[in-house]
Structure formats: C-alpha cells, structure tokens
C-alpha cells in the first residue's frame, strides 16, 4: 500500500536553511505535496511538484525530488519565526482520475523548530 | 472568496448518538474531500466527490460513516452511533479542476470532535 514517512522533528537557527525530507512507495505517484499547519489552524498548500520534474522554486521554497530514490524534499531559506509549524508531504496517484484528484496520503509531519 | 468553511468548529457527543457535519467548499469548486486527522498524525483520506458523485471512499469509511453533496455544494458527514475512536479532527477539502491534471486541495479549518 501506499505509505509516506517523514522525519518527526527538525530544529534550526533562525537564518539558516532547513530541509525537510520525505520518502515515499508508491511509484505510480503523479503529484507530491507540502502543506503547512500552524497551532490551531487549518492545512495551508505551500507547493506542489509532479513527478516528471526534478525541482521547483517558489520565493524561499525549494522543492527536490528524486524519483529513483521516491525521496522528496522541502528546503526553507532564511527560516524565520513565522515557519515554525508542522510540515506534512503528501502524494496522490490519480488513481481513478489519472491526475491528481484523487485522495491524498499524508506522512505524519515534521515539527520544525525555530532557535533564535 | 472566503475559503472552505466548516460547521460546527466542536461538537462533543456521547457515545452512540448521531452526529452531522458541514463543509461549504470554495464556489465553483466541483471536487470536495473528507478526511480525517487524529493527534500526531497526518491526515487520512476518507471521501470524495465531484460535483454530486461520490467517486472514491476509503476503507475507512465504515458503514457508520455516510456523506453526501446532493446539490453539488455544500456536503454533509454523519456518522451514526458514535463510538470513542470516532474522536478526531474532521478536516474537509475542496479543489478547482485541474489545468494539467494537477488539483491543489485547499482545506477548512475541521470539525473537532469528542465522544465521550
């Protein structure tokens, strides 16, 4: 079955970069995901990669994947306060879509941890 | 655009009643997503519909489980004689169609819920 794992924590410095990694089976993953949720707050969509690129940029948001590996990563640069959440991957399959429209599955999110 | 809503924000309920949630997706879009989030874990998909039809359904979507989107807005979640494991965040989704398959999955803020 389909199975997405993250690391549970990660703490950095304010300033520096963090990368948050994330591995994933399913190898007919057409779409993979980074969502963003703060205490108390809803999922917040921060970017999207499919599976035929190998990067994306997005202002301080760097996207990695390795499909060989089914390793994705999200590199923050500059990490501030305000990036302090829970940082969930995700993939879909468009199984029954043939795009990404299908259900997603979640990893269980990593806590990044902001040190002044 | 005031995002997806969700209703109640709580509810708690003894266990064996019934109870119904609300999701009011983004107007104009035709996909909407249940899931469901427990503490330390991520979400996990449970439904979805587009437009009216209910396309997919999760295996944990069990027979106390039902949804439904009649007029293809707004949809309900019930879940009859509650049990204690049915305690959860019940996050619902929804998401425009997708230019180059690809469907960006914006979610409401959850229906929390307690059985006690």
């Known amino acids: 079955g389909e199975d997405v794992e993250q690391s549970l924590f990660l703490s950095v410095r304010e300033g520096d970069s963090s990368v948050i990694n994330c591995t994933y089976t399913?190898?007919?993953?057409?779409?993979l995901y980074w969502y963003k949720q703060e205490p108390g707050a809803g999922l917040q969509l921060l970017t999207y990669i499919f599976s035929n690129m190998d990067m994306k940029q997005d202002q301080r948001l760097t996207v990695l994947l390795n499909k060989k590996d089914k390793h994705l990563s999200l590199r923050i640069a500059d990490t501030q306060t305000g990036d302090s959440a829970i940082y969930f991957c995700?993939?879909?399959?468009?199984?029954?879509?043939?795009?990404?429209?299908?259900?997603?599955?979640f990893g269980k999110g990593t806590h990044l941890i902001i040190q002044p | 655009d005031t995002g997806v809503s969700q209703d109640p924000r709580h509810k708690i309920t003894k266990r064996g009643q019934n109870v119904t949630f609300r999701c009011d997706p983004i107007?104009?879009?035709?996909?909407l997503y249940w899931y469901r989030q427990t503490l330390g874990q991520g979400p996990e998909f449970l439904t979805y519909f587009q437009n009216e039809a209910q396309l997919e359904k999760s295996r944990l979507l069990s027979d106390r489980f039902s949804a439904e989107r009649p007029k293809g807005s707004f949809s309900t979640l019930e879940i009859q004689r509650t049990e204690q494991g049915d305690s959860a965040m019940y996050l619902c989704?929804?998401?425009?169609?997708?230019?180059?398959?690809?469907?960006?999955?914006?979610f409401g803020p959850g229906t929390r819920l307690t059985v006690t």
């Open positions: 989704a929804s998401s425009p169609s997708g230019g180059q398959g690809v469907y960006e999955q914006y």
């Open positions: 995700a993939e879909s399959n468009g199984m029954y879509s043939g795009g990404g429209a299908d259900g997603l599955t």
């Open positions: 399913d190898s007919s993953s057409t779409y």
């Open positions: 107007s104009e879009h035709n996909r």
